[in-house]
């Protein structure tokens, strides 16, 4: 059974500092979806990552994949105060192409 | 652009009542997904439809019934409600024809609230 871990669960940082979040899943994948979530709001799309050694940016935030080591980080560069939010990472198996599975979720909080 | 168009955004219901999401997915997108989100949980998946037959299915209770019709619109379907089944339910869909693109990216709409009584 497909599981995806987190880490860490919460994180508080300081505005200009970076930080990186991990998700690591335990079978293999095929697609690795990074959402943004505000609370009470919906399921924002960050990033899909499909093949190994994937990097993509956009703005603060950086994705990447190591399919290998079966482990997406997502970095955070000179964190803003409207990155606070919750960020998930989502994995699917290639036996179950539609089933996307969440992680726990990382609670992200930035201080002025 | 047009979005994942959930109904009824919110709803109240008491025990052992039965309640009926509606979803419209993105245009043109032929994959269709059920999600419940407890307070402070990650999204559950509940079940997937592929070009309206049923692709994948999650932590669906048996109490819950899912289809998708002609017109690619979904609905859940929940009977005898508990407690337990108050929570926040996405649908989200996606076009399996960008996998190899963009992989297709899951879009989710806004979410149903449901509040068991």
């Known amino acids: 059974e497909l599981k995806v871990e987190q880490n860490p669960l919460f994180l508080s940082m300081q505005e200009g500092k970076n930080y990186t979040i991990y998700c690591n899943y335990s079978t293999t994948s095929d697609r690795l979806y990074w959402y943004r979530q505000d609370p009470g709001k919906s399921l924002e799309s960050l990033f899909v990552l499909l093949s190994n050694g994937a990097v993509k940016q956009e703005g603060r935030l950086m994705a990447s994949l190591d399919t290998k080591a079966r482990l997406s980080t997502l970095h955070i560069t000179a964190a803003v105060h409207d990155l606070s939010a919750t960020y998930f990472c989502a994995v699917n198996t290639v036996t179950s192409y539609d089933k996307v599975i969440f992680g726990p979720g990382t609670s992200l909080s930035v201080i002025p | 652009a047009a979005g994942v168009i959930q109904s009824p955004r919110h709803l109240i219901k008491e025990k052992r009542e039965t309640a009926t999401l509606k979803c419209y997915p993105i245009?043109?997108?032929?994959?269709v997904y059920w999600y419940q989100q407890g307070p402070g949980q990650d999204p559950q998946f509940l079940i997937s439809?592929?070009?309206?037959?049923?692709?994948d299915k999650g932590s669906i209770p048996d109490r819950f019934s899912a289809q998708q019709f002609s017109d690619y619109h979904s609905e859940l379907n929940m009977s005898s409600l508990e407690l337990g089944d108050s929570a926040l339910y996405f649908c989200?869909?996606?076009?399996?024809?960008?996998?190899?693109?963009?992989?297709?990216?899951?879009?989710f709409g806004e979410g149903s609230w449901l509040t068991v009584v």
């Open positions: 989200a869909s996606s076009l399996a024809a960008d996998s190899h693109t963009s992989g297709n990216t899951i879009y």
């Open positions: 439809f592929y070009e309206k037959m049923q692709s």
């Open positions: 245009p043109r997108h032929d994959t």
